[in-house]
């Protein structure tokens, strides 16, 4: 791994600070990514979550979706959370082979927390924190389901691109930032 990775928190909109606190307690060097500037020498990236209309919007007045798109296609580790794993799948940035459901558990009244054995994390089950989270409707065949609610994906990975429908940032989990650390030398 590199020493110390500069790993990019999209910052456009949503809730990028507590991923930034992660990172730091991880040791890694973060940066809120607002331009495509700040898109240059980064070793990895998170968007996290928010709201997706929102986000697009900005990633679209910034002129940032096709520079994200490079960016992962040159084999950057990616995590998305929540909102994340929308703006990664095809209708969005298109480079997650996933179409989310939107708002799939229901609206802000039907959030909910849930203990997921997540199959490339090691030990305790992960503590999920749901808020008008989307789910996976369709994948394709390269899409690994890492883990699921009632039968509909909320985890999964596909090479360097891991996305899921909750906030770990919220309930203090770092191993999924863990996990995108790691991919950084993988």
């Known amino acids: 791994m590199v020493s110390r990775p500069i790993v990019g928190v999209l910052a456009i909109q949503g809730g990028f600070e507590a991923h930034v606190k992660i990172l ?12 495509t500037a700040d898109l ?18 900005g990633i679209e007045r910034e002129r940032m979706a096709d520079p994200l798109r490079d960016l992962i296609d040159r084999g950057t580790p990616v995590l998305g959370t929540c909102a994340g794993m929308i703006m990664l799948d095809r209708d969005h940035l ?19 927390e849930a203990d997921l054995q997540i199959s490339s994390l090691d030990g305790a089950p992960v503590h999920a924190v749901f808020i008008r989270a989307p ?15 009632d039968g509909h994906p909320v985890a999964v990975r596909q090479g360097k691109l891991l996305a899921v429908s909750f906030h770990p940032e919220l309930s203090g989990e770092t191993r999924l930032h863990e996990l995108l650390l790691s991919l950084i030398s993988a």
């Open 24 to 35: 730091l307690e991880l040791g890694a060097d973060p940066r809120e990514v607002r331009t």
């Open 40 to 57: 240059e020498g980064l070793d990895a990236l998170i968007i996290p979550g928010g709201e997706s209309t929102v986000m697009s919007l």
């Open 94 to 112: 298109g480079r997650l082979d996933v179409v989310c459901r939107r708002n799939a558990f229901g609206r802000q009244a039907h959030s909910f």
């Open 135 to 149: 789910w996976i409707a369709e994948r394709g065949p390269g899409v690994d389901v890492l883990a699921d609610v």
